[in-house]
Nanobody, 127 residues
């Protein structure tokens, strides 16, 4: 059974930090890459950060320098460290995994490239 369970969402003020976690079932965890997406109310879901099995990462321009994606292979857990949060970072954050290996240079940020999704964790940033 494939499961992805996010946690760590909260309400914070501008400039604050949060660390999101995604606990993955071993089967889902093997399906590299893994990624974080977010969706704000009334907006489309967008890729935030992705990480491939051997470490390469990819970030949306809007979060470069502020967010860091990482993983703990021993714990089958994906993380997203978010620093210097802005109001525009508000949204539901989802963990996602691919069903197939990725052969591209950097792991993808397109929603269509991922096959399994968690239920999401809410992040709210207020001024």
């Amino acid at each position: 059974q494939v499961t992805l369970v996010e946690s760590g969402g909260d309400s914070v003020q501008v400039g604050g930090s949060l660390r999101l976690s995604c606990a993955a079932s071993p089967y889902a965890y093997r399906s590299y890459p893994l990624a974080w997406f977010r969706q704000a109310p009334g907006k489309r879901r967008e890729g935030v950060a992705a990480i491939d099995h051997d470490g390469p990462t990819n970030y949306a321009d809007s979060v470069k320098g502020r967010f860091t994606i990482s993983k703990d292979d021993a714990k089958f857990t994906l993380y997203l460290q978010m620093n210097n949060l802005k109001t525009e970072d508000t949204g539901m954050y989802y963990c996602a995994a691919r069903r197939r290996l990725w052969t591209g240079y950097l792991p993808p940020l397109a929603q269509s490239e991922y096959h399994w999704w968690g239920q999401g964790t809410q992040v709210t940033v207020s001024s």
